[in-house]
């Protein structure tokens, strides 16, 4: 994410009373690079593909995060690459997220893509932020240019942050969503990269929706397959029937019986 070095946070806590209106949810800023925006959505539409049958839950990328009436027009803060929110509606139509509209509530888990330009902030300023003022339970960064950038960090019971270790394929587990954050080598998009993606408790990639859609369609054309081997090992099985009845009838011929007989 594009941020300026001389980034101002203001670490106070949201304010209910006489909230602003004329809040900005749009800078106009692009993302880094389309490596960066491509990873971002893969981030957010494969949690979506997941918890297709939920509603429970919000979750979105680049866009403005407000917390205190303080910081009204803060253009500096542009907010998180990724973030999800458990617990709460998620039919609800936002622009930003307002934690005063959102009855006080902060992101649960952030993802920031990191560049090199940025990743001294998300790693420092966007950090202590997130650890000492959001209480985010799961922040991790990454940057899509460097498949060995990914860290995470879990908030103790002591509200601190502390460093995940990696299992034995690299990837870190993010206990609020109850999925792993780890890479993955392919093509998204028309462009092949090392990407971030989450996986499930059993190891399974989690998939977005068009890569769902084809295994969908993969299995079909399988079980039209196998529907379609029974019926034919079933048709062999009765010409093979067919053909023993046949010998037996003949043989009986041979020997002076009537088949019809029997």
């Known amino acids: 994410m594009t941020t300026d ?11 209910p009373h006489d909230p602003p209106t004329d809040l900005i949810f749009d800078d106009g800023e692009p993302l880094e690079s ?30 403005f995060i407000y917390y205190s009436s303080t910081q009204i027009r803060n253009r500096d803060f542009r907010g998180p690459d990724f973030f999800a929110v458990l617990n709460v509606d998620g039919n609800k139509s936002r622009q930003g997220w307002v934690v005063w509209e959102e009855n006080g509530r902060y992101p649960d888990v952030i993802v920031e893509l990191m560049s090199p330009s940025t990743a001294g902030i998300d790693k420092g300023i966007k ?15 990454y940057n899509p240019f460097d498949p060995n950038s990914l ?5 103790d019971d002591n509200q601190q942050y502390q460093l995940l270790t990696p299992n ?12 792993w954050l780890g890479t993955w080598e392919g093509t998204i998009d028309r462009e ?4 971030v993606r989450f996986y499930d408790v059993a190891g399974n990639i989690v998939l977005l929706p ?18 379609k081997l029974r019926e034919e090992a079933a048709k062999l099985r ?14 009986l011929r041979e020997l002076g019986e009537d088949p019809d007989m029997f």
């Open 34 to 63: 389309n490596r960066h925006r491509i990873a971002m959505n893969v981030l957010i539409r494969s949690l979506q593909q997941l918890w297709s049958d939920r509603n429970d839950y919000f979750t979105g990328g680049n866009m």
């Open 151 to 155: 860290q995470g960090w879990h908030l």
């Open 238 to 251: 009765e010409e093979e029937a067919q053909a023993k009845t046949a010998k037996l009838a003949a043989r």
């Open 127 to 141: 950090k202590d932020l997130y650890e000492q003022t959001f209480r985010t339970s799961d922040y991790f960064v």
């Open 192 to 195: 092949t990269a090392i990407w």
């Open 168 to 179: 034995e394929n690299g990837w870190l587990w993010c206990r609020r969503l109850g999925l």
């Open 210 to 227: 068009e890569e769902a859609a084809k295994l969908r369609e993969e299995e079909a054309k399988l079980r039209e397959e196998a529907a």
């Open 5 to 15: 070095n001389n980034l101002a946070i203001v670490e106070v806590e949201w304010e």
